[in-house]
């Protein structure tokens, strides 16, 4: 009964691909979050959406294309992946914006 | 912006120990959210505390404790008896409570290892 579940958890591709990584959440949360760490472990967030609204948008490249079919899901699009887009991306849900769950993660290596 | 520091990038503490880990952080805000998230080698990030800044009295998890200083923008983290689980990277996060609008941001994180 995984709270925060994202598929695949692991995910190596060429550069010029298009990849898509899911996240479902069973918490019955409104808000879903994308993060991402990078190779320093540094952890920084690239979207949320509440109820299926996009609402933050943290410049992230227009390559990046976050869709919310309804609140227990929140998958994220990659279109020509370069070798930058390696990274550890995370699933967050919350309710009310109190503390976040997070999903397992996804390592994207682009090579 | 808010920001979140972290200098100690790594430390160590004995086996049934007492460490501390420090952060501080940066805000304008008089209401917010402070956490301390693991992320043992399996890379799932797990909450370990939450303190409202609302809040005097400081947050107490079994073996994890804070000290919260509001007026010095300061929020570490106390782990007693430590354990060898407790080995893992240590993240101090803010939160602006702002309904829908509400996000985490992350210090750079701390290394904590355990030594049996």
């Known amino acids: 009964d995984t709270a925060v579940s994202q598929t695949p958890k692991y995910l190596v591709t060429q550069m010029g691909n298009d990849k898509s990584i899911k996240c479902e959440q069973n918490l019955g949360h409104d808000t879903m979050y994308w993060y991402k760490q990078d190779s320093k472990k540094f952890l920084k967030i690239m979207f949320s959406?509440?109820?299926?609204?996009?609402?933050i948008n943290e410049t992230v490249p227009n390559r990046f294309s976050p869709k919310s079919p309804d609140k227990a899901h929140l998958n994220l699009h990659i279109n020509s992946l370069e070798l930058g887009d390696s990274a550890v991306y995370f699933c967050a849900s919350s309710l009310s914006s109190l503390e976040q769950y997070f999903g397992p993660g996804t390592r994207l290596t682009v090579t | 912006a808010q920001t979140v520091t972290q200098s100690q990038p790594e430390m160590s503490v004995q086996e049934a120990e007492t460490v501390t880990l420090s952060c501080t952080y940066d805000t304008s805000e008089s209401d917010y959210y402070l956490f301390w998230y693991k992320q043992p080698p399996s890379r799932q990030m797990i909450l370990v505390i939450r303190q409202e800044a609302y809040k005097q009295q400081n947050a107490t998890e079994n073996r994890f404790s804070v000290n919260f200083q509001k007026a010095a923008k300061s929020f570490s983290l106390k782990i007693s008896d430590s354990q060898l689980g407790d080995a893992a990277m240590y993240f101090c996060?803010?939160?602006?409570?702002?309904?829908?609008?509400?996000?985490?941001?992350f210090g750079k994180g701390i290394t904590l290892s355990v030594r049996p």
């Open positions: 959406y509440n109820n299926k609204e996009l609402i």
């Open positions: 996060a803010y939160s602006l409570y702002t309904g829908a609008n509400s996000k985490l941001t």
